[in-house]
């Protein structure tokens, strides 16, 4: 709540505006009965016309005071309302933006959404009301309770009375109806779910032809919600009828203690109007207020999940002082390879997730050199996708270190960090936009050249020259009406748009056929030459001419080195090619092509990875 | 359906609406959507009434009688005062009179209680029946619609109309139906009342509609355009932290947050100023109504005043008029946003109607089936006896199933006028496997759609053991197929449960047999409550390939004479590939089989390969026989293995 309500303080002064503005509509208003009394005992009861009009019309300038005191009221509560809401929304976008892939992971994407849409309107839409009605009500029901006990405190005890009850009424709602609202969303909830699968599994559904379990299925949620729907509609149906005879009662009430009053000459006629009117401002007030309480605990709740994400510390954060990369073309100066560009080195890396009992990859020792293609292969929760992006610092290592050009990652800003890598996440994540906007996420000022370029290396040219406006052509949010081959070869051209020194490549050729993934990668070879390529790869396909290969499992290096030595040596390697290739391909691979192959592998073959 | 996509409002922007009781202010203001056709959508909506009409009517005695004592009573309290102004001017005030009207009075208000929770009861009551049979109709209507229609319809959408409009509809009735009513007797009732006191002071007290109504229509008019900018600007705000922190890694990897937080703060800043004026305007409309109240009030004063002075009237009428006057400012919007409230009402209905009378499925077999929907609905749970019966009835026809499939000069397109297969004739014979391979959307799943009468062909005919398919019901024939989809789709509930999906009578025995054959069982006996481990509601307690080998068993417990199966395994790591490998070869035995083939072993044993590309079917034949002819699938061969 700390960091939400920081929002509100640089408000506070209009927030003490907007109570002028609406003491000064309050008092306006509870003038207003007062005026009614006078212009009744000495107006009427008196026959005093000219005193009616006198009256009459000063009535009609309180009146216009209350309006203007209202209007102004309203005027500043929106405003400032928007500017909070804004500033919230602003801030949480900035903070999730800054997020790391570990707190990613802790609030889930999902969530993250709910919180910056749905949480902040229930703020937002709170604090208008706030502004706007809760802070008149107790001001009106505390001017009211005083006016009234200014025109009679003999008549007090009946709008004691009033409130009585209705505090017992709204009692009874509270706790007979209240649960059941929670229990109504969870019913709701379950019946859309149902809904939401029926949807996805209308193949599945149909071909088992299990249609009237399904029918049946959402018939059980469906009678449940009825159930609930009827019972609390019907609890409800109580609640404002009572109110109003409350209400109407205490009139009736008012009106009878007033007459012994009145003829006792302790209350004037006039007076015991105006009372009535007070009498009904205070209740009014009183359920405004019941009504607050009712709505705050969601509203609360709603600024805590808010809270939660903007005093999330971040655990990636740029140091102090950043050292700079060596930049392109020129020679390093740090130990290394001479002339280093886009040297990826892991030394003995560890990584655990927080909270993690285990460690999701040890000592992880290799590099990766520029020119040439290191292949990451290994089961699911092998710590693949892991591995890769520790490079960019997407997490952090817990163990030893990861340094690119020689600089540990840590010890230089993220931007220029990533600046020289390309990624290709596994999932082809597109934005809305075009084509071509979408390509230029990779550099902002690459020409038509450049994206017509990296799109023939990506094998996309070939379906955006079919697509009416070509490289304009538009794309929806999510991507959802480009293909799931068409993603991932767009994302693969943006990240060739960059031109970056380091390419990697999280399982991004999974949703191509082999064709287009052999023509891909061929091409990218001959275009990224001199970059540092890591590919991480489901499929043995893709990796059999990388120059290096490592092999994962349960996050540790169990092989390192190319097909073939690997096929001699690494035991889960051999596991991975058997399940995937035929014995004729595996025999023309690992021997009767192994010389024609290990002339482009020859050059650059590593010594055996340790097991 | 891409381009569908495209014109959807961000998400966000028609986000299902909470229900709350009263609806607000914010919504009268909201442009209001129209139905295209209001007569007929109300005709049908009262078709659904009608069952009801009874209690409808009492509804409407009770709303009508509660709203009229409601507004006789100021009179009589009015009267009441009367005898306290009589009492001080004379001798003193008449108690018992004084005790006689205020106990009719509170008798009156009593009545009104009543009657107001009796039709408020009552109402509860028919409009959840009519919102389940709605409900219920769209949920049967679902399974009915041919699979055509989800191609151009989101799922989006489609919850959209179970959920917000429903919900639209859901208020008119429990609400703002009656409200409507009450609002309109209230009116017709305060005038006749205010009348009966003055004639000229209800035409001064009236003179101030028409300027009330000036100012709602001025300033809904006004803060309309607002209104519709905030929610628009609402959606984009929406749409952008969807989109953005979906694709968080991306941006980041691309150092791309500056400008994306700079294109946030740009939709959020319009947000902000369309916020804050639509909120301000609709703010505007009840200090002016308020003072426009007083102005009237003070009319009324006047006049009363003078009238009560040459003695016409009495203080207590005044006091009676003057609540009268206030009462009829809120009956009055109400009746102002009925119009509105109406097609809003009528636009929702109409989407759901649309859907409850879309086109279905021909199915002459579904006909003959009503007598048995209704003993199977309730018995599929359980297993009743007779069930059972019926159930083992069945599968021994299923069994008698050669699982012979011809297509006989078969021509299809998803669009009538764009065919994509081209007189395509091929038989698989019992116990074949037939492989179907191409390149990445060629589409390979049509054929298995069309076999399972998924889609209807455009001409020709697919013959399952030399009966067409359009001859037999769409459950007989489903029944003889089984299927394995790279879609792993599960629903809540137990891994039981998920498993004798494949078919509803299996007992527990054969469904823990199914998952042995599918090498699944002993996972499952790993798991916190084995069978009856709950797969929750993103099914992300089981890995995919766990998942794939649920769906196996469910096939393999299934036991259908034609198995259908892709082998796409995505993200699945090798040893459960693997083990998924074994699952459907074991599963392939003795059945006539079409599989999806991304795996040279399964091609190359397959007894006969269809090639696909751009929807057709290209080439066809054995391995060899392919590769000889040297076409497109000998290319698409030697590009897969040969450098």
């Known amino acids: 709540m700390r960091y939400i309500l920081s929002y509100y303080r640089n408000y506070i002064p209009f927030m003490f505006l907007i109570m002028a503005f609406l003491f000064g509509q309050a008092m306006c208003e509870l003038a207003l009965p007062g005026y009614m009394s006078d212009i009744i005992n000495n107006g009427i009861v008196k026959g005093d016309l000219a005193y009616v009009k006198g009256m009459g019309s000063i009535m009609i300038a309180v009146s216009a005071a209350a309006m203007i005191c209202a209007i102004g009221g309203v005027f500043f509560a929106s405003w400032s309302a928007a500017r909070i809401a804004r500033n919230i929304r602003s801030a949480l976008f900035r903070k999730v933006m800054a997020f790391s892939a570990a707190e990613m992971d802790r609030f889930q994407t999902a969530s993250l959404i709910t919180r910056s849409t749905n949480d902040i309107q229930m703020v937002q839409q709170t604090t208008i009301m706030f502004l706007r009605m809760a802070m008149f009500a107790p001001i009106m029901g505390i001017g009211a309770v005083y006016k009234a006990l200014h025109t009679s405190v003999s008549l007090s005890w009946t709008v004691g009375v009033a409130l009585g009850v209705i505090i017992c009424i709204m009692g009874i709602a509270f706790f007979a109806v209240l649960p059941k609202f929670k229990v109504l969303q969870s019913k709701l909830d379950r019946l859309n779910l149902i809904m939401k699968e029926r949807l996805a599994g209308i193949l599945v559904i149909r071909a088992f032809t299990t249609e009237r379990q399904e029918e049946h299925r959402f018939d059980e949620a469906n009678l449940d919600l009825t159930g609930i729907n009827i019972f609390i509609n019907r609890a409800m149906s109580f609640l404002m009828p009572s109110l109003m005879f409350v209400m109407n009662a205490i009139s009736v009430l008012i009106v009878w203690a007033g007459a012994h009053l009145i003829e006792a000459d302790k209350l004037l006629i006039g007076d015991m109007l105006a009372y009535l009117q007070y009498a009904m401002h205070v209740i009014m007030s009183f359920l405004f207020v019941t009504a607050m309480f009712i709505l705050l605990p969601r509203a609360i709740v709603s600024a805590q999940r808010i809270s939660e994400v903007l005093g999330t510390e971040l655990s990636i954060r740029d140091p102090d002082q950043p050292l700079q990369l060596p930049e392109t073309e020129e020679s390093s100066e740090q130990a290394g390879p001479a002339n280093a560009r886009g040297l990826v080195e892991f030394r003995h890396a560890g990584f655990a997730y927080p909270d993690a009992e285990n460690n999701a990859l040890t000592d992880i020792d290799f590099n990766a050199e520029p020119g040439q293609v290191t292949a990451i292969i290994g089961g699911t929760g092998s710590g693949k996708s892991t591995l890769i992006q520790l490079i960019p610092r997407f997490y952090d290592v817990t163990e030893g270190q990861v340094l690119v050009d020689g600089v540990d990652v840590r010890s230089v800003s993220q931007h220029d960090l990533r600046e020289k890598i390309g990624l290709v996440p596994q999932k082809g994540t597109l934005f809305s936009g075009t084509i071509a906007s979408n390509l230029r996420y990779g550099d902002e000022k690459a020409d038509e050249a450049d994206l017509v370029r990296a799109a023939e290396i990506a094998q996309a040219m070939e379906f955006i020259e079919k697509k009416e406006a070509g490289f304009e052509e538009p794309v929806a949010q999510g991507g959802t009406n480009v293909s799931g081959g068409q993603k991932q070869r767009l994302s693969i051209a943006r990240a060739l748009v960059k031109k970056p020194e380091i390419y990697i490549f999280d399982d991004s050729f999974s949703a191509l056929d082999f064709t287009t993934d052999k023509a891909l990668r061929a091409a990218l070879k001959k275009a990224a030459g001199g970059s540092t390529i890591i590919i991480v790869a489901q499929r043995i396909n893709t990796i059999l001419d990388a120059d290096q290969i490592i092999v994962l499992d349960e996050g540790r290096i169990v092989g390192k080195g190319n097909h073939r030595e690997l096929m001699a040596s690494c035991r889960v390697y051999q596991e991975i090619a058997r399940s995937q290739l035929s014995d004729e391909e595996l025999a023309r691979y690992g021997a009767g092509q192994s010389a024609g192959a290990s002339e482009s592998f020859g050059e650059r073959g590593r010594s055996d990875g340790r097991s | ?643």
């Open chain 2, 1 to 643: 359906m891409a381009d569908r996509d495209m014109k959807r409002p961000a998400p966000g922007a028609r986000g299902p609406r909470r229900r709350g009781h009263g609806g607000g202010r914010g919504a009268a203001m909201m442009p209001g959507e129209k139905a295209k056709d209001f007569k007929g959508t109300m005709k049908t909506l009262s078709v659904y009434l009608k069952p009801h009409a009874l209690k409808l009517v009492i509804v409407l005695v009770c709303a009508v009688a509660s709203t009229l004592f409601n507004i006789v009573s100021p009179a009589i309290l009015g009267l009441a005062t009367d005898k306290v102004v009589e009492g001080i001017r004379g001798s003193g005030v008449d108690y018992h009179a004084l005790l006689m009207i205020l106990g009719v009075l509170l008798a009156l208000y009593g009545l009104s209680l009543l009657f107001g929770v009796l039709q408020g009861w009552i109402m509860a009551g028919v409009s959840q029946k009519v919102i389940y049979t709605l409900r219920d109709e769209m949920s049967k209507k679902l399974n009915r619609l041919p699979l055509k229609y989800f191609d151009g319809t989101t799922h989006g959408e489609l919850q959209s109309r179970m959920v917000n409009d429903i919900e639209t509809v859901n208020q008119a009735l429990s609400t703002s139906l009656t409200q409507m009513i009450t609002s309109f007797v209230t009116l017709v009732g305060i005038l006749i009342m205010m009348i009966r006191i003055s004639f000229l002071m209800t035409l001064a007290a009236l003179l101030v509609i028409p300027a009330s109504m000036l100012v709602i229509r001025v300033v809904v008019a006004k803060s309309q355009g607002h209104f519709k900018r905030q929610q628009e600007y609402l959606g984009h705000v929406n749409g952008h932290v969807e989109e953005m922190y979906g694709g968080h890694d991306v941006i980041r990897a691309f150092n791309q947050e500056e400008m994306t937080i700079e294109q946030f703060e740009e939709f959020n800043d319009r947000l902000c100023e369309s916020g804050w004026k639509s909120q301000f305007l609709s703010g505007l409309m009840m200090p002016m109504t308020m003072f426009i109240g007083n102005l009237a009030f003070v009319m009324v004063c006047l006049l009363g005043g003078y009238f009560a002075i040459i003695g016409r009237i009495s203080i207590g009428d005044i006091q009676a008029f003057i609540q009268y006057v206030r009462s009829f400012n809120q009956p009055i919007t109400q009746v102002a946003n009925i119009v509105n409230l109406l097609q809003s009402t009528a636009a929702a209905a109409e989407r759901i109607f649309e859907l409850i009378e879309e086109e279905e499925e021909l199915d002459p077999a579904v006909d003959q089936e009503p007598a048995k929907a209704g003993p199977a609905q309730a018995g599929e749970a359980k297993t009743g006896p007779a069930q059972a019966e019926e159930a083992q009835a069945e599968n021994g026809a299923a069994h008698a199933v050669r699982g012979e499939v011809c297509f006989d000069h078969v021509s299809f397109g998803y669009e009538e006028d764009a065919p994509v297969i081209h007189d395509f004739s091929f038989t698989a014979y019992p116990g074949q496997s037939i492989a179907i391979v191409g390149p990445t959307g060629a589409g390979k799943t049509t054929i298995v759609k069309l076999m399972m009468r998924f889609y209807e062909l455009n001409s020709g005919r697919i013959l399952v053991d030399g009966k067409d398919i359009r001859e037999y019901s769409r459950q007989e024939l489903r029944q003889m197929f089984g299927m394995v989809l790279q879609d792993t789709w599960l629903h809540s509930g137990t891994v039981r449960e998920n498993i004798r999906y494949g078919r509803m009578d299996a007992s527990d025995r054969e469904v823990e047999n199914a998952a042995k054959a599918a090498h699944i069982d002993f996972f499952i006996r790993t798991q916190p409550k084995g069978y009856d481990l709950e797969i929750n509601e993103e099914a992300n307690n089981i890995s995919a390939g766990q998942k794939q080998l649920l769906t196996i068993a469910r096939a393999i417990l299934s036991d259908s004479p034609i198995m259908i199966l892709d082998e796409a395994t995505s993200s699945v790591d090798t040893r459960t590939e693997q083990q998924i490998q074994n699952a459907m070869d074991r599963l392939m035995k003795g059945r006539t089989s079409f599989v999806i083939a991304h795996r040279l072993s399964t091609i190359k044993g397959a007894d006969h390969i269809l090639v696909m590309d751009h929807g057709d079917i290209v080439e066809q034949g054995s391995h060899e026989e392919l590769l000889a002819r040297d076409g497109f699938y000998a290319k698409l061969y030697n590009s897969q293995f040969v450098e």
